[in-house]
């Protein structure tokens, strides 16, 4: 996963010693996208850190809304979540 942005880096310097625009145009798309996910990846580091601090500051694994502590089961899904259930479905209904 690490190394995707790298390998599509290299691939816009080695269509430009080829050719076509057209490949060109693929490789920077393919660039652009691997631009994409990399924001992601660090939005993701990002949940990460808090997820550490938190559990520095004793409050992982506690529902950020309500205190209540957040299902096990939840947390091996995603183990960054900050809320409960019960919290974050009332999120996305509002
Ligand atoms: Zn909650």
């Given at each position: 996963?690490?190394?995707t942005s790298?390998?599509s ?17 693929d490789a920077m798309q393919a660039q652009a996208m691997a631009k994409a996910s990399g924001q992601r ?54």
């Amino acid at each position: 996963m690490v190394a995707t942005s790298e390998e599509s880096a290299a691939v816009v310097e080695l269509d430009q010693s080829k050719v076509g625009r057209l490949s060109r145009m693929d490789a920077m798309q393919a660039q652009a996208m691997a631009k994409a996910s990399g924001q992601r990846r660090e939005a993701v580091l990002r949940n990460i850190e808090a997820a550490l601090k938190r559990i520095d500051d004793g409050e992982y694994g506690l529902c950020r809304d309500c205190d209540e502590s957040i299902n096990p089961k939840r947390l091996e899904f995603d183990p960054t979540a900050l809320r409960c259930i019960e919290c974050e479905s009332k999120r996305e209904d509002s």
